[in-house]
Nanobody, 129 residues
């Protein structure tokens, strides 16, 4: 499975950005069963989970720092995962990565980087104050 992230760029505080992650390759007939999500990594910091979409749960799981501002959605027909980011803050600046786990994850593992099998190349988001 190959993941291609896009949509990053420059924004000002309070603006919105929309990130997209497209999946391609073999085994995509089961994409709807994958756990997919977005992580981010700021300079000098560890990669952290931002928003996760778990198969069978339409609400999504969010890091506290983005809850209420970011929304994750997925189109299982187009094999695409979207991260809508609203009310951006300078601390949201980071490289954003999409990831997919091909085996079911329990809730306690959703934010664990090592649980994910495939990663996109990352897209840079820079938010100025």
């Amino acid at each position: 499975v190959q993941l291609q992230a896009s949509g990053g760029g420059l924004a000002q505080a309070g603006d919105s950005l929309r990130l997209s992650c497209s999946a391609s390759g073999r085994a995509l007939n089961t994409f709807n069963r994958y756990t997919v999500g977005w992580f981010r990594q700021a300079p000098g910091k560890e990669r952290e989970a931002v928003a996760i979409s778990k198969w069978g749960n339409s609400n999504g799981f969010y890091a506290g720092s983005v809850k209420g501002r970011f929304t994750i959605s997925r189109d299982n027909v187009k094999n695409t995962v979207i991260l809508q980011m609203n009310m951006l803050k300078p601390e949201d600046s980071a490289v954003y990565y999409c990831a997919a786990a091909t085996t079911p994850l329990i809730v306690s593992r959703l934010f664990t980087r090592s649980a994910y099998d495939y990663w996109g190349q990352g897209t840079l988001v820079t938010v100025s104050s």
